[in-house]
C-alpha cells in the first residue's frame, strides 16, 4: 500500500484528481477532490527476520540505594552573581559557553529559575563554585580499597 500523497498516511487507497493533478490518497483527503479510482487492497504480511528490536519492554533506570541526586543549595542565584561578578562575566558570555539561552542564564541568576542538575554541574565547572549541598547523608564509604560497590557492600549483615 502507497502513504497518502497529501497528509502522509499509510492507507492510501483512493486516487484523485485535486485541480487537475492526480494524487493517492487515504479515505479522509479523498473528500478534497475528485475521486478517479479505487484501488483494490492487497494485505501481504511482512517478511519474517531474525533482527530488529525486540517486543519486550526497556529495562526501568535502577539507582543504587542512598545514591540519591545532589540537592542544589538554596542560594545558587547569590552565588552564581557573585562569581560571575568575580571573574567579570556577563550573562550573554556565560550562556554562550554554556550553550543555554541567554534569557534563562539570566532567570537562574535573578533566582526565577532553577537550574537542572546537569547544567548547575555546567554553573559549577564554568564558574568554580560549589551549586550543591553537602547532602545530609552518611559520609562516604570505604569499600576496602575497591572502587567499585559489590553486593556484599550494601548488606547489613548485622555484626556489631
Request: a negative charge; charged letters at 25%.
Amino acid at each position: 500500500m502507497t502513504d497518502c500523497e497529501i497528509c502522509g498516511d499509510e492507507e492510501a487507497e483512493y486516487n484523485i484528481s485535486i485541480e487537475g493533478a492526480a494524487l493517492m490518497a487515504c479515505l479522509g483527503c479523498s473528500k478534497m477532490g475528485k475521486i478517479l479510482a479505487q484501488v483494490a487492497k492487497i494485505d501481504v504480511p511482512p517478511a519474517p527476520s531474525g533482527f530488529g528490536f525486540s517486543s519486550f519492554p526497556a529495562r526501568p533506570q535502577q539507582t543504587m540505594p542512598g545514591a540519591e541526586e545532589p540537592e542544589i543549595i538554596e542560594n545558587y542565584a547569590e552565588l552564581i552573581q557573585k562569581a560571575m561578578a568575580r571573574l567579570k562575566l556577563s550573562a550573554a558570555v556565560l550562556s554562550e559557553r554554556l550553550n543555554e539561552k541567554e534569557s534563562f542564564i539570566k532567570r537562574i541568576e535573578s533566582g526565577g529559575a532553577t537550574p537542572t542538575t546537569a547544567l548547575a554541574r555546567k554553573l559549577q565547572d564554568e564558574l568554580d563554585t560549589n551549586l550543591f549541598g553537602s547532602g545530609g547523608g552518611a559520609p562516604p564509604q570505604n569499600f576496602g580499597g575497591r572502587k567499585s560497590v559489590t553486593m556484599a557492600d550494601l548488606i547489613d549483615f548485622g555484626k556489631d
